[in-house]
């Protein structure tokens, strides 16, 4: 089983939409989760951290369940510019980003 | 101030060959992380260097190795290339304590075997 698993995409949504993604992660140790974005052939950028409080970044939702191991993103009114690859990224301390394979979303007008 | 620096930024090398990637860190950053992203997956561990010592190190195999500079940039090495070698390799850069939240990445050197 992969350390972390993403929904299988491509999502392909029309402008406004909005669309969800779901992750799942295998190591109950890990202390920190986070989403990326990568742009076509671009280095990823981080996107936003996720707690298990759940936070709010603009038209971005994050959200954290421990018990089930379970991290997921909603983005609400979606523009053509977060076309993108959304990587799910969860860490222990002290070591190294463990990434999933991502989740391409494509908005189109 | 400059971000991750990577160079080269594209490299077509023939299998068998030796490579040499290269990344200087974020000013102020002492911690270098390498990173393999084939297409279509997600970026891969390969090692992890803090105050030139060897930290972490991923499920790559012998052939790839790395070291980190007094000057804390960092250079990654790959021997005996393969053809499945071929890939964007990302640096990643951290301040002290930062942790997870502090990484940077670079653009990336997109290396082709052929």
């Known amino acids: 089983r992969k350390e972390v698993e993403q929904d299988p995409g491509p999502f392909n949504v029309p402008e406004g939409a909005t669309v969800a993604f779901n992750c799942t992660y295998s190591?109950?140790?890990?202390?920190?989760f986070f989403w990326y974005r990568q742009d076509c052939r671009k280095e990823p950028k981080l996107l936003m951290s996720?707690?298990?409080s759940g936070n709010e970044d603009g038209r971005f939702t994050a959200q954290l369940n421990r018990a089930s191991q379970y991290i997921s993103l909603l983005i609400r009114d979606s523009k053509l510019s977060d076309s993108a690859t959304y990587l799910c990224?969860?860490?222990?301390?002290?070591?190294?980003?463990?990434f999933g394979k991502g989740t391409t979303l494509s908005v189109s007008s | 101030d400059a971000g991750v620096t990577q160079s080269p930024t594209h490299l077509i090398k023939t299998r068998g060959q030796h490579v040499t990637l290269r990344c200087s860190p974020i000013?102020?950053?002492?911690?270098v992380s390498w990173y393999q992203q084939v297409l279509g997956q997600g970026p891969q561990f390969i090692f992890q260097?803090?105050?030139?010592?060897?930290?972490g190190r991923g499920n790559f195999p012998d052939r790839f190795s790395a070291r980190q500079f007094p000057n804390y940039s960092s250079e990654l090495n790959v021997n005996a290339l393969l053809l499945g070698d071929s890939a964007l390799y990302l640096c990643?850069?951290?301040?002290?304590?930062?942790?997870?939240?502090?990484?940077?990445f670079g653009s990336g050197t997109r290396l082709t075997v052929v």
């Open positions: 190591n109950s140790a890990s202390q920190s």
């Open positions: 990643a850069s951290s301040p002290p304590g930062g942790g997870a939240r502090g990484y940077t």
């Open positions: 000013s102020g950053h002492k911690s």
């Open positions: 260097y803090y105050e030139k010592e060897e930290r």
């Open positions: 996720v707690y298990s």
């Open positions: 990224v969860v860490n222990q301390a002290g070591t190294a980003l463990i």
